[in-house]
């Protein structure tokens, strides 16, 4: 992939600085005479951790410029590491002025370069515009309060010089008052600063999730805790304007400072090496995956390998424009904050999508990786969701013509109850009122025969309401409705469970037709137990009946449920709620 130039003049000259700025303060460390004027000075154990902070932020910096995966981490570890050292230019004693000079001017882009980090990590920029903003001032102030001390500041006029107190090569109009306002303005931006970052780093633990926080905690946490220092170094100074790194305090917050740092090192570089596995992990895809993947194979062998949970591959398919899980089962796309979608795109056409956590791998080199290691299993799994989804739409247009099927019977139960039924039950009204009103015999007996003749027709359209649509079923549910059942038949109908709860519309009255039908075609008594494990309800009747109707089996199917004859009476499996991982049935949706 191309570069532009200033990338890559970036990437030799940054570490290149790294290396110069880390010899030069182990030369000042190498040569400072008796007088204390850096705190590596101290002592012996002080001296390691500001060497150990200093390398191995440019080591950590330099590993992750040249990896280029980590966003502009590498170029901020290395400026913060040059100004770390740069405190030790300072203090160089026998060393040139120059180098003094550079000193004091490059050891304030330390916060700056904290603050950017914490905010932007592991991205190249920040996300938000206030974090975009934030970054700009930080870098503006650090830089031109710099760039003004070097120009006003004379050491052999500051009385509380204790560091480089010799000269300044950049000194241009000395101003000790308008110095001692630079240096209190730069305490007080530096506490409120320091401040801000650490707060800003609490933020963005608390809103991340928990795969982006544990990626770049190790990050973030050691550079704010170190601009945190900052802060604690400008109170400090701003209490006792002397400063003196014998004292407790001052030393105190150095090696906080140097620890903090040295964490920051140590999980940048850890963070590049877990970048890196993961690129080499997902080049080597096509192995994993093997030469015949399986469906679902490829989202499960990359969240393996990013170790992203979160992570969902979709197919896009052409025909029906839209984008489909390996199941078959439409996708619907919600990238929010922190995530980020990959398009794997072949000769200019969507082929797939993988959603995934921003924090956790580049868009643009996942798209690249993917693309050349896993096309076969990208082709092998967006055919078969093309055929999931088709089997898909398959059931539901099954499951919804069951369920219109269902609303005309219960409509047309609904209207003989209302209309032929009631009417009914006036006219036998009407001829109770006349037989108990006429006195001749002959009329008396066609009338109680008309009367019975209308009690029968009543019974039957009763029967034939109920034998199309139990309206006990949907008023008292499937328990209710069994019983009720038990007791029209004419021989034992034995129920030893049935769950008290409601269950899905169609899947109540799938299960009562079971058994209503198995009742039908019954040579002897029936034991019947519907039980519900789970997502599925199992109807299980044992006892002697004969062929159970083909369109019993259909029903059954079109809800993604199962009947199976067995020795001893029968067993059907009903779907009754989310889809069962193990094989990947859709269930039927519940009433609203």
């Known amino acids: 992939m191309d570069r532009p130039a200033g990338a890559i003049v970036i990437r030799w000259l940054l570490p290149v600085l790294g290396v110069v700025g880390a010899a030069a303060a182990i030369g000042a460390l190498s040569t400072s005479d008796q007088r204390v004027t850096n705190y590596a000075q101290v002592s012996g154990s002080v001296a390691a951790l500001t060497i150990a902070a200093g390398l191995g932020l440019v080591m950590a910096g330099t590993f992750a410029v040249w990896d280029r995966t980590i966003g502009t981490a590498g170029q901020l570890t290395i400026v913060a590491g040059l100004g770390w050292f740069a405190s030790m230019w300072t203090g160089w004693g026998a060393g040139p002025e120059l180098a003094r000079s550079l000193g004091m001017a490059v050891a304030p882009l330390v916060l700056p370069a904290l603050i950017h980090l914490v905010i932007s990590y592991p991205s190249r920029r920040a996300s938000t515009t206030w974090g975009r903003v934030a970054t700009g001032v930080g870098w503006l102030v650090a830089a031109g309060l710099s760039v003004a001390r070097a120009v006003v500041r004379d050491p052999f006029l500051d009385p509380d010089c204790w560091s480089n107190c010799s000269g300044n090569a950049f000194l241009v109009v000395p101003n000790p008052d308008l110095a001692r306002e630079v240096d209190e303005f730069w305490l007080r931006f530096a506490l409120a600063a320091g401040a801000l970052t650490l707060g800003i780093a609490a933020w963005r633990l608390t809103h991340a999730d928990r795969a982006t926080r544990a990626t770049w905690w190790l990050v973030v946490v050691p550079a704010a805790v170190a601009a945190g220092g900052y802060a604690a170094y400008a109170v400090a100074l701003l209490r006792d304007p002397a400063e003196d790194p014998t004292k407790v305090v001052f030393r105190s917050i150095y090696v906080v400072q140097a620890i903090a740092l040295t964490c920051l090192a140590i999980g940048l570089a850890w963070a590049v090496f877990r970048a890196r596995h993961r690129r080499f992990a997902v080049a080597r895809l096509a192995d994993d995956l093997g030469a015949a993947p399986s469906p679902g194979s490829l989202q499960s062998v990359l969240v393996r390998t990013l170790g992203d949970v979160s992570l969902r591959v979709s197919y896009w398919l052409p025909g029906s424009q839209r984008y489909v899980d390996a199941a078959g089962r439409p996708i619907t796309r919600q990238v929010g904050p922190g995530r980020a979608a990959t398009f794997v795109v072949r000769h200019g056409q969507p082929v797939a999508l993988v959603e995934h956590d921003a924090g956790l791998y580049d868009a643009s080199e996942l798209e690249e990786q993917i693309g050349s290691a896993a096309r076969l299993a990208i082709d092998n799994e967006r055919l078969a969701a093309e055929v999931q989804a088709r089997m898909e739409d398959l059931r539901s247009s099954r499951t919804r013509i069951v369920e219109t099927a269902d609303e005309a019977r219960r409509h047309l139960e609904r209207d003989l109850h209302d209309g032929a039924q009631q009417r009914l039950l006036a006219f036998t009204y009407e001829l109770r009122l006349a037989r108990a009103a006429t006195t001749d015999p002959e009329l008396a007996a066609a009338f109680?025969?008309?009367?019975?003749?209308?009690?029968?027709?009543?019974?039957?359209?009763?029967?034939?309401?109920?034998?199309?649509?139990?309206?006990?079923?949907?008023?008292?549910?499937?328990?209710?409705?069994?019983?009720?059942?038990?007791?029209?038949?004419?021989?034992?109908?034995?129920?030893?469970a049935v769950p008290p709860e409601r269950l899905p519309?169609?899947?109540?009255?799938?299960?009562?037709l079971v058994v209503a039908r198995t009742v039908e075609v019954a040579t002897s008594s029936l034991s019947i137990a519907v039980t519900h494990p789970g997502h599925w309800l199992v109807v299980e009747i044992r006892g002697a009946f004969g062929a159970l109707p083909e369109h019993l089996t259909d029903r059954l199917g079109a809800l993604g449920g199962t009947l199976a004859r067995q020795a001893d009476g029968l067993r059907a499996e009903i779907p009754c709620g989310p889809e069962d991982p193990a094989d990947g049935r859709v269930h039927a949706s519940r009433r609203g």
């Open 448 to 496: 109680d025969l008309a009367l019975a003749e209308a009690q029968s027709a009543l019974a039957e359209l009763r029967e034939l309401a109920n034998g199309i649509f139990p309206a006990i079923l949907d008023e008292a549910g499937l328990d209710a409705a069994l019983w009720s059942l038990a007791e029209e038949t004419t021989f034992p109908l034995e129920i030893s």
């Open 505 to 512: 519309a169609a899947v109540e009255r799938t299960a009562y």
